[in-house]
């Protein structure tokens, strides 16, 4: 299936996560592909939402390949086999590298943090539903779900419209969460954005005005 854009992404997951009864939902929506999705949700749950940041540690050889990923609160996740495909390419990966971009990822975020002047919500005891507009290596959602754990929520369930069908990188997704919910596990899987018509970069002031709407649900 291909999806219209993300909000029809959205209003087809939230139907899906409708039938879970679940109790005391909160979106957590990761920005900026998952907020578009998380809101839509939101709305048929009739649900709080909030953001958390996730970024990519990026291989030195392609900014947009990740070997890893950071959270907002610090916490780092490393891919050690996208570490080994680039030592077998004579390329190392030292622990300096993966703390300064770290570093520089909780900077940026924080600065995001503040233009969305978005307050994160309380989800101790909640019922976590952490959302993107797509899951590619499962890192930083894996590493997303890890930070939430710390805020004890009563569960975390982790939705996406479409995933790839790779069992090593659904499993690892099942390990830190209750529930997983993906619309659409294509085995012929080359990026997200290839499954939907409209897959545009959002803007800052696209998410703000999201984020605007999302704050009256709260």
Known sequence: MIFKDRFEAGKLLGEKLKKLNLKNPVVVALPRGGV???????????????ILFVKKIPSPLNEEVAIGSVSESGQVFINKDAIEKLKMMGVEIDDEYISQKAIEKIQE???KRNLYEIEPLPLEGKDVILVDDGIATGASMYLAAQSIVRDLPRSIIIAAPV????ESVLNMLRSVSHHLEILETPPMFMAV????????????????????????LR
């Open 163 to 166: 995933a790839p069908l790779d």
């Open 36 to 50: 578009p999705v998380g809101l839509e949700i939101a709305k048929v749950l009739n649900a709080p939402m909030d």
């Open 109 to 111: 975020m924080a600065r």
């Open 193 to 216: 954005g290839q499954w939907y018509d409209d897959f545009h970069q959002l803007s800052d002031e696209e998410v703000k005005k999201l984020l605007e709407e999302a704050k009256r």
